[in-house]
Structures are given as structure tokens and as C-alpha cells.
């Protein structure tokens, strides 16, 4: 389980662990994507960032400008995909704060170099003006949709090929989840929804979502595709699902469950009837 830690209670460096990022690309060793440090040595230039305590060790992401020589890597993505929750969970953290803290360089309101970090918190703070800058995180709605036995699937033109998801979207600012819910669904596939009900979240780092998972019940409408955004969309009996993503992701998590609760509903029904 991973315990969210803070910079000023990391435990000796000789119990810390490294997970190693270069680009959308994870360091990895016989496909472990821990190093310690007999394997790697952090310097300046790598700024190790603390993520919290995993496994009873301290563990930092280094962001490295290039690739360590005899060593493998994989993309982010396939990697969060094929892991367990709670590797999933600590690959998500460090790729979130290793760009924070790359990309939060310099103050946004007044350009002053940014040099000092709250000892308690994952926070930057600007020595001149005192804005606090935090790692930031943008939260997205991802929503399975009922349809009698049948679930709406869509997928996007960079998906893979032959996949469907659910339909997911950002929050804009100053909106409610369930109105985002509601927008979302309308502007990419033109129904809508009712009974609006909320299962779940997960990080998910590219770069810095923050997921929250629904389920919804169609109410009217026609399904219409928005150009640009939405290849195709269907309601698929969930006896006969097209390809989906893993069950790693929320999105699969979303289907398989929504499927299933549509399965017992389905066979309560048929009691019931007898």
C-alpha cells in the first residue's frame, strides 16, 4: 500500500527506491521498475522528488534528461496497464510529480526562479511574490451508460484499432462532475442521460487526470457522433463486447462492472417473473 508521504520524513537514503522516467518511458531492469541505490546514484541534475513510502521504503522519481546505457524501458502506458493497483498507483504519482516539479520552474505571476519548497508539502513556493504553485491535476469525468441489456461504447480515431471505451471528458471550470457528466455525453454522442451515479476515481497520468468514474441510464436521444472526436458509437449487447481496455484502467473497470450489475439485474428480474 502506498502511504502518501511528505519531503521532510523520508527515511535514511540508504532505504530509498527510484523509479527512473526518461520521456513517456519507465527505466526498467529485468522488468522491475524499482532501483536502489546500489543500482542507481541520484545527482543534481536528476532532482530526485520524494512520492511517499511504498513497500515500508521511501521512494523518489527521477526525471533524466537521457537514457541510462544497458538498461531497458517501456512506454508509461503499456507499463500502468499491465501492473497491479497498487504499482499502478505509484507509477501515476511519480510521473505526476516529476513533471511538476519540471515544468514549475518559474513563478507564473511574476517569473521569479522557483527555488523554495514547503518542507510539508508537495508545494513550491515563489521567494519574491509567495504564490504557492502545487502539482497540478486536472479532473475528468469517464461514464458507462445503460441501455436496457446494452451499453454505449465509443472510440476515438487515436485509439487502437477495433477498440471502444467509455465516453470521458474534462471538467471545465467551475462545473459540477454530474453536469460535466451530462455535457460531455451530449456534445460527443448527442443522448441523454439520467440517474447519474458515481463508482469511482483513478489517477491517470497523461499528464496529470485525475478520473472520476459513473454510471448513467440513457434517457433520449439519438446517437451522433462529434466530428472530430468520436470515430464511432454503438449500443452493444454486454454479451458481446467489442474490444475494451484492461481492467487496469478504470475505463475497463467501469464496463466489466456495469456489465455485470446489468447481469444480475437481468437475472433478478427473471426470478422475480417466476
Not at 142 to 154: D, E, H
Not at 222 to 233: H, M, V
Request: aromatic share 8%; glycine share 6%; net charge negative.
Amino acid at each position: 500500500m502506498l502511504t502518501i508521504g511528505i519531503d521532510k520524513h523520508p527515511k535514511p537514503h540508504t532505504q530509498a527506491q527510484y523509479i527512473l522516467l526518461y520521456e513517456n518511458q519507465v527505466i526498467i531492469s529485468d522488468d522491475q521498475f524499482l532501483f536502489s541505490l546500489e543500482d542507481f546514484q541520484p545527482d543534481n541534475k536528476t532532482s530526485p522528488v520524494f512520492c511517499g513510502t511504498w513497500q515500508d521504503n521511501d521512494v523518489f522519481v527521477c526525471l533524466l534528461g537521457k537514457k541510462p546505457a544497458g538498461l531497458d524501458s517501456i512506454s508509461l502506458r503499456d507499463l500502468l496497464l499491465r501492473e497491479t493497483e497498487s504499482n499502478f498507483l505509484i507509477l501515476s504519482r511519480a510521473q505526476q510529480l516529476a513533471h511538476w516539479n519540471r515544468d514549475h520552474q518559474f513563478c507564473g505571476r511574476c517569473g521569479t526562479k522557483m527555488t523554495t519548497k514547503h518542507d510539508s508539502e508537495h508545494t513550491k513556493i515563489c521567494s519574491s511574490c509567495n504564490l504557492r504553485h502545487y502539482p497540478r491535476i486536472s479532473p475528468c469525468i469517464i461514464v458507462s451508460i445503460r441501455k436496457g441489456n446494452t451499453i454505449l461504447l465509443a472510440r476515438s480515431p487515436h485509439m487502437k484499432e477495433g477498440m471502444y471505451s467509455n465516453i470521458a471528458g474534462f471538467v471545465e471550470a467551475g462545473e459540477p462532475l454530474e453536469e460535466a457528466v451530462h455535457r460531455e455525453v451530449f456534445e460527443e454522442v448527442g443522448i441523454r442521460v439520467k440517474n447519474i451515479e458515481y463508482v469511482g476515481s483513478q489517477p491517470w497520468s497523461f499528464p496529470h487526470q485525475l478520473m472520476v468514474g459513473f454510471y448513467a441510464e440513457y434517457e433520449s436521444g439519438e446517437i451522433t457522433p462529434a466530428e472530430g472526436e468520436i470515430e464511432s458509437a454503438d449500443w452493444f449487447p454486454i454479451s458481446d463486447l467489442p474490444l475494451t481496455s484492461s481492467l487496469a484502467s478504470i475505463s475497463g473497470q467501469l464496463i466489466h462492472s456495469h456489465c455485470a450489475r446489468i447481469q444480475e439485474n437481468e437475472s433478478y428480474n427473471t426470478l422475480t417473473e417466476h
